[in-house]
């Protein structure tokens, strides 16, 4: 009797431990992540901003349909990712898996609609099957909702004409900072004052469509004359300059360096030299020469130099040069022009990672000084096949005749994008005159010989930022070449992202902008040993397995027979 009570009570308490630890399971959540790059866990910035939340989040995710594979695992990873979310605040974050085709309650207008309203860009998969090419349009989009607004995450980061392996991956990496960013956007929605400075030759005209087009969703845009309005760093997130054309007085510079040192960021877009395309279309030669723009001693005391010398790469984009005919039916074939270089963005920094080909046109190199509290890294290089060329430069269009693959081509690595952050010196340091101190009183602005923790971003490059300008289209998207456009070589290259990317590094909170150096490595089988080696993986993967379980059966009757007969 007393054993069978004492079995009774094991199995109550086996049943009162088995309630007891569901009830605990349901109540709290715990994850063990076991990935190198710890692509499960959220950052320290991301949980804060969630505990913050003080009215729910609804995120509705709308990559579903017909996906192919690097398009499902990318849904996959966007829905576990969410999940994290909610995790960490169950009662503020919703989140649901909808179809774009959907009709919105209440309303005859369908999901996709709003989606596009708002800036979403399909993407047409097309697959080959056996009975011909299907095709399934996408939304790789996320929808989140906060406080009576909406804003779109951008699920794919890459290129919608040519999706890549690689290209998920760095998706997959930004995640983080992409639903981070735009939650933050959300909660906190003050929209960052950038400054188009002008009055130094600055282009003003359909050049600079791209630069509103991008800036126009989430920034304030406006134009500052530095000659004549103060620049005021309680006014200005940033100061974006692009290709001034005429010489800086020393009343701007001050201006400029006063605003840095009070804790404005600069974002320059310089041409040291006069370089343009347009010279060569009436004659077949062009001497570029220095603009003497008079900014060289400022940011040599800031850290930085730009060279008066064009950066020449093997790795460039496409220009039609006539290489035949008659002049009245003259032959035209695309070649490489190595002034257009192609920059291969590092991963070595949350601005460029998972960034595309950048382009550039007659593009100067920069040096980095070594200024005590200043840190500098190189945001973009030339290629492993360069050369520089030293003012004054002859540009001939004769060059490309013959393909350069020389010796000359030589150089690696050549900065051509720096960031710099640290603590910056004034460039008037000990040299201020009272009535420049003065002048800076009337304007609200008081000197300072040091600033405090700020960053800035150079590139030697104007061109970069500006788009082009087509006599029957109009103004082209930021980073297509005009002399391609319709040919078998068009291609937007990544200037758009770039540019935005670096004012978001600049603008945004530094903890925020840290979620970007999630990196997910692509972990892929050596196609080469897979081939050499695919008859033994065959056996390993089927007959071994087989072969396993035949010898445990013929082991287990062989210990049965010699069990039953003694």
């Keep these: 009797m007393k054993k069978i009570m004492t079995s009774r009570f094991w199995w109550l308490f086996l049943l009162i431990g088995l309630v007891a630890v569901n009830f605990l399971a349901s109540v709290f959540h715990a994850r063990i992540d076991l990935t190198k790059e710890k692509r499960y866990t959220l950052s320290k910035a991301t949980r804060g901003l969630l505990r913050s939340l003080e009215k729910p989040v609804q995120i509705d995710i709308f990559l579903t349909g ?52 708002l800036g979403a860009v399909p993407i047409n998969l097309t697959d080959q099957t056996e009975t011909g090419a299907s095709s399934n349009i996408i939304y790789p989009v996320a929808l989140v909702s906060y406080n009576d607004q909406q804003e779109l995450v951008r699920l794919y980061t890459g290129n919608e004409r040519f999706v890549s392996q690689a290209d998920i991956v760095n998706s997959e990496a930004a995640m983080e900072y992409e639903f981070a960013r735009v939650i933050d956007q959300l909660v906190s929605p003050r929209k960052p004052f ?25 920034y304030r845009l406006a134009l500052l004359n530095i ?175 013959n393909a350069p693959q020389d010796a000359s081509f030589q150089k690696k690595d050549v900065p051509v994008a720096l960031l710099l952050e640290g603590t910056f010196t004034s460039n008037y340091r000990h040299r201020v005159s009272n009535a420049q101190r003065d002048s800076l009183t009337a304007m609200g602005i008081t000197f300072r010989d040091q600033s405090d923790e700020n960053k800035m971003i150079i590139v030697g490059d104007g061109d970069m930022a500006l788009n082009d300008v087509s006599p029957t289209n109009g103004p082209l998207p930021l980073g297509i070449n005009i002399y391609t456009l319709r040919s078998p070589y068009q291609y ?74 003694e």
């Design 194 to 218: 950038v400054a188009y400075s002008i009055g130094n030759g600055e282009p003003m005209d359909a050049r600079t469509w791209g630069i509103q087009e991008a800036l126009d969703k989430d």
């Design 227 to 401: 000659n004549s309005q103060p620049v005021n760093a309680d006014t200005f997130d940033v100061l974006l300059m692009v290709k001034p054309s005429l010489q800086f007085t020393e009343s701007e510079k001050l201006k400029i360096d006063q605003y840095v040192m009070n804790g404005g960021k600069l974002l320059l877009f310089i041409d040291a030299l006069i370089a343009e395309q347009d010279s060569l279309k009436m004659n077949a030669a062009t001497i570029a020469y220095d603009r003497n723009l008079n900014l060289t001693d400022q940011l040599f005391k800031y850290g930085a130099r730009i060279n008066p010398s064009i950066v020449m790469d093997l790795q460039c984009d496409f220009m039609p040069f006539v290489v035949g005919g008659t002049p009245e039916n003259p032959q035209r074939e695309f070649l490489h022009w190595n002034y257009y270089p192609l920059f291969e963005p590092k991963a070595n920094h949350s601005i460029t990672r998972g960034l595309g080909l950048v382009a550039g046109r007659f593009v100067n190199s920069l040096d980095t000084i070594g200024v005590d509290g200043v840190r500098k890294t190189v945001l973009l290089a030339s290629s492993a096949n360069s050369k520089i060329l030293s003012t004054p430069v002859r540009i001939d269009v004769n060059e490309n005749r």
């Design 492 to 565: 937007q290259f990544a200037n758009r992202a770039f540019l935005l990317n670096c004012l978001e590094y600049l603008v945004s909170k530094p903890a925020i902008s840290e979620t970007r150096n999630k990196n997910i490595v692509l972990r892929l089988l050596d196609s080469k040993k897979v081939k050499e080696n695919k008859r033994s993986w065959q056996l390993i993967n089927i007959a071994l397995p087989i072969l396993l379980v035949v010898l445990a059966g013929i082991i287990y009757q062989y210990i049965r027979k010699r069990k039953y007969a």
């Design 66 to 117: 017909d996906l192919n594979a690097g398009f499902r695992k990318l849904a996959n990873s966007t829905e576990e990712f969410v999940s994290l979310l909610k995790d960490r605040n169950s009662s503020k974050v919703q989140y649901r898996v909808m179809s774009p085709m959907e009709a919105i309650p209440g309303s005859a207008r369908l999901y996709r609609d709003t989606l596009e309203a």
